[in-house]
């Protein structure tokens, strides 16, 4: 059974520092396609950064230069690093899973909350 485990959200104040987790077992997170995504309140889910199971990454415009998806092979782990943090940034952060053959896993979720 997949399970990807989200953590590492919470309140910052705007320009401050997160890193969030994404704990996977029932799969080898270097072998898929890892993704974070948000979901902002009234807003549709969104990509926020990938990075493939050749390491190659994609960030999306609005975080650009502040934030670094990472993973640890050693520890079947995925990361999101986000600096300089805004209080749009604020939205329930997702951890997703792609295989090669399309299929997808997601985490619960975990809420980060940015004040200004």
């Known amino acids: 059974q997949v399970q990807l485990v989200e953590s590492g959200g919470g309140l910052v104040q705007a320009g401050g520092s997160l890193r969030l987790s994404c704990a996977a077992s029932g799969i080898i997170v270097k072998r898929y396609a890892m993704g974070w995504y948000r979901q902002a309140p009234g807003k549709e889910r969104e990509l926020v950064a990938t990075?493939?199971?050749?390491?190659?990454?994609y960030y999306a415009d609005s975080v650009k230069g502040r934030v670094t998806i990472s993973r640890d092979n050693d520890k079947n782990t995925l990361y999101l690093q986000m600096n300089a943090l805004k209080p749009e940034d604020t939205a329930v952060y997702y951890c997703?899973?792609?295989?090669?053959?399309?299929?997808?896993?997601w985490g619960q979720g975990t809420q980060v909350t940015v004040s200004s």
């Open positions: 997703k899973a792609t295989s090669w053959l399309g299929s997808q896993y």
């Open positions: 990075i493939s199971s050749g390491g190659g990454t």
